[in-house]
């Protein structure tokens, strides 16, 4: 069964340093979003992500991030100068966009990349 | 404003009773909802969802749009059954609709 992966599974990085987050969504997918899990709360809504703009964010997404599909695979989330409060679980997922039924295709997940700032 | 509820933190039942993981919502439109559920060392992955009305695992749930709840309930629980369980809400532009999460219920199953 095809999968979203996401790369790497861990990254360290210096606060104020800059930090992309790779994702490979589901090959014929259209959607794609990034979410992010601070430890002990909830899953949080990023971006959405369609026809090479972004479609939505949320109020966590502010200047600082930003997203990118630099070919036909690649969804990146990039972080220009991180701060300590960026260190969380960022998921990567993907839908179908297929078909009349478009919104209600169901995301698929990566494993996660977990950011640590130090 | 979109918002998913799920009561409890941790829910711990014995093999073979009964499960409810509660869930309600608030949403203005009309909301479709989702549960996913983690294992241990694995990723986040749909379990089911209003709309198939279906039976995944043994589990089912309902939507209840007068009481906003969604709540995940199998009559029978199994020890494989232990894992991170999140209500989530679709809403947002057509299209790319976003999830809202609640703050998920962990589930443990014991023999």
């Known amino acids: 069964e095809p999968e979203v992966t996401q790369t790497p599974s861990h990254q360290v990085t210096q606060m104020g340093q800059e930090v992309i987050l790779r994702c490979v969504p589901i090959?014929?997918?259209?959607?794609f979003y990034w979410y992010r899990q601070i430890l002990g709360q909830k899953v949080e809504f990023l971006v959405s992500?369609?026809?090479?703009?972004?479609?939505?964010k949320s109020e966590i997404f502010d200047d600082q991030f930003s997203v990118e599909r630099p070919d036909g695979s690649n969804f990146t989330l990039k972080i220009r100068s991180t701060k300590l409060e960026d260190s969380a679980m960022y998921f990567c997922?993907?839908?179908?966009?297929?078909?009349?039924?478009?919104?209600?295709?169901?995301?698929?997940f990566g494993d996660g990349t977990r950011l640590s700032i130090l | 404003a979109q918002r998913v509820t799920q009561p409890e933190k941790l829910l711990s039942v014995f093999k073979g009773a009964p499960v409810e993981l509660k869930c309600n919502y608030s949403?203005?439109?009309?909301?479709?909802l989702f549960w996913y559920v983690q294992y241990s060392r694995q990723r986040l992955q749909l379990l089911l969802r209003?709309?198939s009305r279906e039976s995944i695992k043994g589990f089912t749930a309902d939507l209840n749009k007068g009481e906003t709840s969604f709540h995940l309930k199998k009559p029978f629980a199994q020890e494989e059954d232990s894992a991170m369980y999140y209500c989530a809400l679709s809403g947002g532009i057509q299209g790319a609709q976003k999830l809202v999460f609640g703050q998920g219920t962990r589930l443990t199953i014991n023999p």
């Open positions: 949403y203005s439109g009309s909301p479709e």
């Open positions: 090959s014929n997918h259209l959607y």
């Open positions: 997922a993907s839908s179908d966009g297929t078909g009349w039924q478009v919104v209600n295709q169901p995301q698929h």
């Open positions: 992500f369609y026809n090479n703009e972004i479609s939505e």
């Open positions: 209003h709309i």
